[in-house]
């Protein structure tokens, strides 16, 4: 097809927006690929939406091609099924709930397991039927509370969500596997640069999931990996235990008056000069912090004890993570006052257990090691508390935070940090969904099989965003040959009438080849038609100008640069052999 730049819906804008922070934002902004409506909520014009469609169509081949069935399903869908699974209340404020005329709930799917599992519960009911594995592009909608650099969070987004049934559990890993390899296939055709993480299941609850994400600075996700090939996101990396101790012979826990020693640090200095016959770490104290949780549906907030080394901090998002789907909060001031026995800065698990506050350690707080910590009273601390004996955690937790150069958990050796966009998630999901709608197949014997679900997740329009943050320069976007709006971008450079006419019957033979030709029709001087070029980013640019004289026009390479001189003769095969 031959698209004109002069009747295209298209204005390139000179300056960034205001509100943008990252590179694809900017870009494809500037570019007129999409414009924002409302915070997180942007139209696709012309150009973005050829993008859009270009990813759309990769996904779909790719899950065609593992046997996967495309249904669509409505985005307005009832509260019930989403009452049934516990998402209604589980989501919060993060999902856009309406009623409509009769008073009746309705939400905005902001992802669908509810009603693949109730479809496949509708259609199907034998052993023989399954598995199967259905998929759909579709927009999503949740209230983010941090909408963020343009498409890449969106409040409204296209994704791509698969859900797999199967009988058995071998069944589902093989699901899973596949899946797997369809978003390997799909990620490198989109020519990404991504890793692929073990991930916590967050609200979903579950087993196995694993998060792809495209590796870029601007990133919200950090993920760390190893030399040995280990690659975890932060919320998912868990701590080797020290093997447990004998606590026999371990001296006796001393309480001490330790004026003024409100910090790890402070505490630190104090004891070190208290003349107690050693020296003392940070990593030697235990800090204790309060935090408040709240299970979904419940009304009251609980009390929580977080010990970790006093060498490290707690980590809120791992912390988030280990807690999910129960909300959590820091302790404020009028939570302390109401309970006098948390005397800030000295908490030791002595009034906790004293209290009733469930209490929860870092796994390198295992039985046999002794702490420094408070001891429930202002300007006194605890030397030598011995876990196992002088208190009983009520259970480990994954809270505190991961630093660079701590050892793997799988021996892999020492991680390193680095920042990552989720661009897909595969989740075992298990039979959490299938229990909630009694999905049963009739099995063999005639006794009902539970059906065990895999639910993976593609962010098709967040890839359009994450693509351009892996693929531009400082003149505009790059985009791979898989995605691009147009394969070749041909820019009349000059206004006599053989230029004019030499361009319009190259970019009429390009068309019969079977390319799609934007072709710079416009009164525009080259240098605008030139900026215009680098800036949408289509990867084959064609330059018809005084060089037609001699019959010759110029190619540029977009990624790389590189011009060649290309005689007019040869242009339709070269460029429909590079297309
Ligand atoms: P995130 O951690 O980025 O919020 P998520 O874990 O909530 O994502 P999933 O529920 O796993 O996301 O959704 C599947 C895919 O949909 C994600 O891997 C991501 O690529 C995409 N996605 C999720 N939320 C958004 C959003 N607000 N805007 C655009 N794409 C999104
Ligand atoms: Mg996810």
């Known amino acids: 097809m031959l698209t004109r730049m002069s009747s295209l819906f298209l204005r390139t804008l000179r300056e960034d927006p205001a509100d943008a922070e990252v590179p694809s934002h900017k870009l494809l902004a500037r570019a007129g690929y999409v414009r924002r409506v409302a915070p997180g909520i ?61 008073n009746a709930d309705y939400l905005l799917g902001p992802t669908h397991e509810e009603l693949f599992a109730l479809t496949v ?53 093989e699901s899973y596997a596949k899946h797997r390899a369809a978003y390997q296939r799909i990620f490198d055709r989109l020519g990404l640069e991504y890793v692929i993480v073990s991930a916590t299941s ?11 994400l495209a590796i870029a600075p601007t990133g919200e996700d950090t993920f760390v990996q190893s030399p040995g090939g280990y690659a975890a996101n932060v919320e998912a990396v868990t701590t080797t235990a020290p093997p447990a101790r004998d606590v026999d012979g371990l001296p006796a826990a001393q309480a001490h008056h330790t004026p003024n020693t409100p910090t790890i640090e402070t505490l630190v200095d104090f004891l070190n000069g208290a003349g107690l016959g050693r020296t003392f770490t940070a990593a030697e104290t235990l800090k204790n912090v309060l935090v ?3 299970t979904p549906g419940a009304t009251e907030w609980t009390l929580l004890g977080v010990g970790v080394p006093g060498d490290r901090e707690v980590d809120m998002k791992r912390l988030e993570a280990a807690l999910s789907p129960a909300e959590v909060a820091l302790l404020d001031e009028a939570d302390f006052a109401r ?38 009273k202002a300007d006194h601390h605890v030397v030598d508390l011995v876990c196992g004996r002088d208190f009983t955690p009520d259970a480990t937790i994954e809270a505190a935070e991961v630093r660079e150069g701590d050892p793997a958990p799988d021996g892999s050796g020492p991680l390193s940090a680095a920042r990552g966009i989720e661009i897909g998630h595969v989740f075992q999901l298990g039979r959490k969904y299938a229990d909630a709608m009694q999905l049963d197949a009739l099995g063999p014997d005639s006794k009902p099989i ?16 994450v693509i351009a943050e892996q693929s531009h320069d400082e003149h505009g976007l790059v985009w791979p040959k898989e995605v691009t ?17 030499g361009a319009e019957q190259l970019a009429a033979e390009l068309d019969a080849a079977g390319l799609q030709v934007l072709l710079d029709d416009r009164k525009a001087s080259p240098g605008v038609k030139f900026a215009d070029a680098e800036l949408i980013g289509v990867p084959t640019i064609v330059v018809a100008g005084r060089g037609l004289a001699s019959g ?28």
Request: proline share 6%; hydrophobic share 35%.
């Open 42 to 102: 942007y139209s696709w014009l012309p150009l973005g939406l050829r993008v859009l469609r270009a990813v759309e169509q990769v996904v779909r081949e790719e899950m065609d091609a593992i046997g996967a069935q495309e249904i669509h399903f409505p985005a307005l869908l009832p509260r019930e099924p989403y009452e049934a699974t516990g998402r209604w209340t589980e989501y919060g404020p993060n999902i856009f709930r309406l009623k409509d005329r009769k």
């Open 121 to 173: 519960k509708g259609e199907y009911s034998s052993y023989k039927d399954y598995p199967v594995t259905l998929y759909q592009i579709q927009t999503k909608y949740r209230d983010e509370a941090r909408p963020r650099a343009g498409i890449l969070r969106g409040r409204e987004f296209v994704m791509k969500d698969s859900y797999s049934f199967d009988l058995t559990d071998e069944g589902l890993s």
């Open 202 to 212: 967050g609200a979903m609850g579950g087993s196995a999931s694993e998060e792809f």
């Open 292 to 294: 408040k949780t709240k």
């Open 339 to 376: 309970h006098p026995f948390l005397v800030k800065g000295y908490i030791g698990p002595g009034a906790l257990a004293a209290n009733g506050v469930r209490y929860v350690v870092d796994p390198r707080i295992v039985p046999g090691t002794a702490w420094v910590t408070g001891a429930d």
């Open 450 to 465: 539970r059906i065990t679900m895999g639910s993976y997740g593609v962010g098709v329009s967040r890839l359009v965003a």
């Open 485 to 501: 709006p147009f394969d070749v971008h041909l820019v009349i450079a000059g206004k006599s009438e053989e230029i004019v006419a």
């Open 552 to 579: 010759t026009i110029e190619v540029k390479d977009r990624r790389s640069g590189e011009r060649t001189e290309v005689p007019l003769a040869d242009a339709v095969a070269q460029l429909s052999g590079r297309g």
